[in-house]
């Protein structure tokens, strides 16, 4: 019988990889402002698209982003940094005021604000052509006239038409609208430093090595009132340029998912 002592076998090397760049100065973070609402918005669809084959996601596992490494480092597997987007969204309170007839729209008060909505526009905009972004903090407010249920099967607060004095309701349907209700809600985003296992080879990463795990599989409506929000970081990742990116996409026909 021989006996043989466990041992780790992990040996560390240098290796080049690639990664989340970072601002350098004013004029390269405007460029990649450009950049990344336009191309990257384009090309957001496809990421869901199932034949990786097709659509590579190298870098990209559900809401993380992970670094890969050059292709010239043996074969094995490497622990590597990553960065979670995490994004909590909740319903904001939104009161009716009146019908805007000539204008096709409702007037909606919204904290200090009323929006005039469009609602002979397509019933089922799950983010309307119209996103307002007057949050200060790294936040934004989209509405949509979808039913949003959360994994508990409740709604959140909105607006609905038919609780509305029949007279005003006569009106709303006088724009010969689909639309039954507006849902406000508000959202935020925060980062969490994660890390996790690749394939050297094909630079995969093993998703149950992913930690800490922020992936979320369920929902609860809460008030945005809970939520935390924070002003935007000075990174590419922790900066303002995911709104951005949305106020840009606003018409893509991905959002309306």
Known sequence: MISVETFNATVPLVASSLGVPEFQNLSTANLTQQFMTTLPVDFSPWISYPNESV???LGLFNNSLYTVVDKTLENGQAIVPA????????????????VNIAGGAVDISVGDNVYSIDVRATPDLMVPDTIWDLDLDDSITLYTSNTVLDSEGNPGLPVIFSALPPS????????QSNVTQIQFLKCTHSLVPQSGQIDTEFNTLNGASLHPNIYKNSSRWISSTNLDFDAPGSTLLGSNLWKNMLNSASSGSYLNE
């Open 55 to 57: 659509v590579p996601t």
């Open 83 to 98: 960065t979670g987007l995490n994004i909590s969204c909740g319903y904001v309170p939104a009161t009716f005021i009146d």
């Open 168 to 175: 005003t309701l006569k009106k709303i349907e006088g724009l």
